[in-house]
């Protein structure tokens, strides 16, 4: 069973960083791209930013020059370094994964969600 445990979220006052991580674990052979997205109440769930297994980068426009995602393939780990919070950042941060598991497939999985709040 394959599995995307996100952690660090909590509350922060505005202009605050926080740090996300995203570990996955299973029966995994090999990680193609992650990233994170997020949700905000009564909105779609939108992109923030995705990193190849080459670590080539995108970011949502909203995110350039605050947030920065970067990864550990030897920890399967995905991690988003998000600074100069605003309030509009508040939301639940999903992790997301291209992974191929141990049945030859490639699919995608998420992670639980993670609550960011950001207070003016």
């Known amino acids: 069973q394959v599995q995307l445990v996100e952690s660090g979220g909590g509350l922060v006052q505005a202009g605050g960083s926080l740090r996300l991580s995203c570990v996955a674990s299973?029966?995994?052979?090999?990680?193609?791209?992650m990233g994170w997205y997020r949700q905000a109440p009564g909105k779609q769930r939108e992109l923030v930013a995705t990193?190849?297994?080459?670590?080539?980068?995108a970011y949502a426009d909203f995110v350039k020059g605050r947030f920065t995602i970067s990864r550990d393939n030897a920890k399967n780990t995905v991690y988003l370094q998000m600074a100069s919070l605003l309030p509009e950042d508040t939301a639940v941060y999903f992790c997301?994964?291209?992974?191929?598991?141990?049945?030859?497939?490639?699919?995608?999985?998420w992670g639980q969600g993670t609550q960011v709040t950001v207070s003016s």
């Open positions: 990193i190849t297994d080459e670590r080539d980068t």
């Open positions: 299973g029966s995994i052979r090999r990680i193609g791209t």
């Open positions: 997301y994964a291209r992974l191929l598991t141990a049945m030859i497939v490639w699919d995608d999985y």
